[in-house]
């Protein structure tokens, strides 16, 4: 046993440093550059190396534990850090070296694996006995080296911003006329055996003219239901006051089959339920408005003032009208009073609204509006200063509207922003 030790004894000085034993805390201690002090000096060639900082409390094993995942390996390590002296004896903020770093510019890309020379076929027996001489093989060309991509990053393109007005805010929107649609076409049942009044997408329905009436296959109707005269809340003469008929935007029909007397048609798209009355009129053509982007925004902002009107009703408030299933024909909330106005509906940002101005005023599709309301002081709960006299009246900008159908006497609008909710009455002037 003691032969073999010497042995190995012997080995370790023939071919390797033996590690120093770590005796006391060496006293020849130096300020380094940065500031801490070690008996190690700093490394040759950081910039070359990944560098590990010592941390309080850190072992050479322990490094070579967390950067080469094996605490045996140290004596590697330490190989690689020529600056330090002993490896027992490391210090805070000492920079062990722990693998040489390779640029991506300077890295050599893997050669080509060179192309498989072509099987050569062994030559026939000759038919006669005479030698043949034997032929050179082909020769192979030299593999072409594949040309290396540079390196690209994923560039994903700027979001498209979400159009404000939808197709459905134009297709579904309603509109307010002042002449009659003629009731010549409509909708006057179901095609299915069960007598069925409601038609929805893919759903068939009988049309009350056909071929002698010059409908043709292929057309395309804009399916639309009257609900109730609108007129404006001041005074006046009737005919002033009187905005139009309201019609509801129900759907589109395309017609497959034609007769003599009437008509099949399919539902394309569809708003709401098709029934039974519902008049058809050509597809108008519409178009979204390209609203500007960005637009500010505060209460006390001023329009143009050159044209002026105001909210008379909602879009969802007459969806309760002209339906084939009669109901209350009233509208919900309060008739009378300071609520009186809920009687009309209540608008939203992404709401349809109808404001009292149209083609009269000059008012065109894409045209921004700002929605005003002016202060109340209400002195029924609490007494207000005199000073509060001075907002009597004044106006605050409580939401924006874009008009996305024109009329003769009033315009569909969608409302693009609000910060209260919206109710007839409120004056509108363009932005």
């Known amino acids: 046993m003691r032969t073999l030790f010497i042995v190995l004894l012997l080995a370790v000085s023939a071919f390797g440093q033996t590690t120093p034993q770590q005796g006391p805390p060496p006293g020849n201690l130096t300020r380094q550059p940065d500031g801490h002090f070690s008996a190690n000096s700093e490394p040759a060639n950081p910039a070359a190396f990944e560098v590990h900082v010592v941390q309080p409390g850190e072992t050479l094993s322990g490094i070579a534990g967390q950067v080469l995942n094996n605490s045996r390996l140290w004596p590697q390590l330490w190989e690689t850090n020529e600056h330090v002296v002993n490896p027992h004896w490391i210090y805070p903020n000492d920079k062990i070296l722990v693998r ?7 890295a050599t890309p893997p050669a080509p694996e060179p192309a498989p020379a072509p099987a050569v076929a062994a030559p026939a027996e000759p038919a006669q006995t005479a030698p043949v001489a034997p032929q050179a093989p082909a020769a192979v060309p030299p593999a072409q080296p594949v040309p290396q991509r540079p390196q690209t990053f994923l560039q994903l393109p700027p979001p498209r911003p979400v159009p404000e007005v939808k197709v459905s805010d134009l297709y579904c929107s309603g509109f307010i006329q002042v002449s009659a649609i003629p009731q010549d076409t409509k909708v006057i049942a179901k095609f299915n055996a069960d007598g069925g009044a409601l038609a929805t997408e893919s759903d068939y329905i009988y ?5 002698e009436d010059g409908v043709t296959t292929g057309t395309m109707y804009q399916v639309v239901r009257p609900t109730r005269r609108i007129n404006r809340s001041e005074r006046g003469t009737a ?6 008929m309201h019609y509801l935007d129900v759907g589109q029909i395309q017609v497959v089959l034609t007769q003599p007397d009437f008509a099949l048609g399919r539902v394309v798209s569809n708003c709401d339920a098709v029934e039974v009355g519902d008049l058809m009129v050509p597809v108008p053509r519409l178009t979204a408005p390209n609203l500007p982007r960005p637009r500010s925004f505060s209460p006390f902002m001023k329009a143009t003032g050159d044209v ?15 339906s084939t299933f009669k109901g209350t024909g009233k509208m919900a909330g309060v008739p009378v009073g300071e609520l009186s106005p809920l009687n009309s509906g209540i608008g939203s940002q992404g709401m349809i609204v109808y404001v009292d101005i149209g083609d009269r005023e000059g008012v065109k599709a894409g045209d921004l ?3 005003y309301r002016s202060l109340g002081l209400d002195r029924q709960l609490y007494d207000l200063p005199a000073e509060a006299e001075t907002l009597q009246g004044q106006r605050t900008a409580i939401g924006e509207l874009v008009i996305v159908r024109p009329g003769e006497r009033a315009s569909t609008a969608l409302v693009t922003y609000a910060t209260d909710g919206l109710v007839a009455g409120d004056f509108v002037e363009r932005r």
């Open 207 to 211: 049309l009350s003219q056909g071929a």
């Open 239 to 244: 005919d002033a006051r009187n905005l139009g």
């Open 308 to 322: 002026k009107g105001s909210i008379v009703t909602t879009l969802n408030v007459l969806r309760n009208f002209g």
């Open 100 to 106: 040489p770093i390779t640029l991506i510019t300077e």
């Open 369 to 371: 509006f700002i929605v």
